[in-house]
């Protein structure tokens, strides 16, 4: 059995979350921005289904990709240089997430709901979420969205609509916290894809030790309004 919080309830230790399913931990609270912020602080991540209970997750093992680990092909790399592509931060967070949120398959199914949009909008509104969003053409191609708590980023998911749009953005958001100091981006749930470019589960232990740290010190919230450059490819 997992605890139903009230609102003023805090979360219960991340080491009683279920095994199966894997890292689900309480239900219930709300998506207020205080709420979002202690969760991200202790590793916690809301993921539910419209019409379910807003259900709290922190899975064992987590994926991760620490920025010294980011791998860019010699292709990638070209890909980078050459493709007519512009890359800003910040200025549709609330259309990264409506695309995000797009149906992917024919079920038609998103965990992306209005509500969510709207409390991760408020989030963003207070400096700690952020969109890393590649356009081609003056239109919105790709981008991804996420957290930034002191020197620690939660990435949350990200689309695509043209080859290597949403794999541009996060290039450039690895580069952009990786001069901030941030040396670890949590991935949340293992893909193939996330593997392939450089992030690694670990333990649940290791990644809250790890962020409690992390979570502390770093830049103070606010919009972000440059990136930093991306390096050249790596073996």
Known sequence: MIPWLGRRDPFPPVSRALRDPNGLLAAGADLSTGRLIDAYRHGIFPWFSPGEPLLWWSPDPRMVLFTDEFRITRSFAKTLR???????????????????????????????????????????????AHSIETWIDGELAGGLYGVAIGRMF??????????????????????????????????????????????????????????????????EPQRWHALAAVPEATP
């Open 82 to 128: 050459n493709r007519p592509y512009e890359v800003r931060v910040d200025t549709a967070f609330r259309d990264v997430m409506q695309a995000c949120a797009a149906p992917r398959d024919a079920h038609g199914g998103t965990w992306i709901s209005d509500a969510m949009i709207d409390a991760y909008v408020r989030l963003h509104e207070a400096g700690h």
């Open 154 to 219: 939660y990435g949350e998911s990200m689309f695509t609509r043209v080859r290597d749009a949403s794999k541009i953005a996060v290039a450039h958001l690895v580069a952009h916290v990786a001069a901030l100091g941030f040396p670890m981006i949590d991935c949340q749930m293992a893909t193939s894809h996330l593997a392939s470019l450089g992030a690694r589960e670990i333990p649940r232990a290791e990644f809250s030790k790890r962020i409690a740290e992390l979570v502390n010190s770093g830049p």
